[in-house]
Every structure is written in structure tokens, then in C-alpha cells.
């Protein structure tokens, strides 16, 4: 089991957590909880409620719609992050690609946090705009080559 302390120093290294003060960070590592999942297991299904999100501490993590892979999330990465933010179901699955340590962050304990810590809730805002900067820049240039 991690320790606050190597909760906040993995989270560190998280993109949606990166512009968030080691201290704030604290309170973040404080409401995560480790889940082991072995190879081939479920973590959510599409439509399931979204009610967490992920980080993968060890092991792969596979986020697809039906049998078409989206991406394969591993050492860092996030999933399930909107969930913290709407009400809707799940869009895709994520099934555990090989034995994996996660940290899940239920959406109850996050949005007290965020609702008590002005400096955790800054930093997500500005991460979270950043990831939809990227994903616009990426349309964007995807419409360009389709353009030509």
C-alpha cells in the first residue's frame, strides 16, 4: 500500500495534476484509493455510470468501444477524467490490458475537494483546457490534410 507521500509524488507526474501545488496534491493523494485488476479484467463498460476516474501507477490499461482499440493507457496516464465533470454514461470500456496497480478517485470525494481546495481546482481547469487545446489543434489539423 502507498503512503500519502508516494501517492503525491506519483500524482506529480499525472498531466491533470501538474499544475498543483505538492500540498494540494496532498489532499488529492488523500481521497485515491489503489485498486489491483488482473489481466482481462472489466474495469467499466460503455454505458456503465461515471462515477471515477483512473491513473495507471503499474501494468496497461486498454480503453476501447467494442473490440476497436482507442488507446492503451499506461505508466501516468488518466482515464476516465470527464467522469468528474458530467453526468453522462461511460463512452468507452477499459479492461485491464495486464496486471495493473490503478488509483481511483471516486467523483463524490472530488468534487468536495475541489468545492474545499480553490488551488486543486485551478489546476485541473487549466490542464483540462490544455488536453482541449490539444485535441483541437489535432482536429484542426486533420481538417487541414483533409482540406487538400
Do not use: C, P
Amino acid at each position: 500500500m502507498l503512503s500519502i507521500i508516494e501517492k503525491v509524488i506519483f500524482l506529480q507526474d499525472v498531466d491533470i495534476f501538474k499544475h498543483i501545488s505538492s500540498e494540494d496534491l496532498s489532499y488529492v493523494a488523500s481521497i485515491t484509493v489503489e485498486q489491483n485488476v488482473e489481466k482481462d479484467s472489466v474495469i467499466y463498460k460503455e454505458g456503465d455510470i461515471s462515477d471515477s476516474m483512473y491513473m495507471v501507477i503499474e501494468g496497461k490499461v486498454r480503453l476501447h468501444v467494442g473490440e476497436s482499440l482507442v488507446m492503451i493507457a499506461e505508466l501516468n496516464d488518466v482515464f476516465g477524467a470527464w467522469s468528474l465533470f458530467d453526468d453522462e454514461v461511460r463512452l468507452i470500456s477499459a479492461t485491464a490490458f495486464e496486471d495493473s496497480l490503478l488509483l481511483k478517485i471516486d467523483k463524490a470525494n472530488m468534487i468536495e475537494l475541489l468545492a474545499d481546495h480553490v488551488g486543486v481546482t485551478e489546476g485541473i481547469l487549466k490542464a483540462m483546457a490544455k488536453r482541449l487545446q490539444n485535441i483541437a489543434r489535432k482536429v484542426g489539423a486533420d481538417f487541414d490534410k483533409v482540406q487538400k
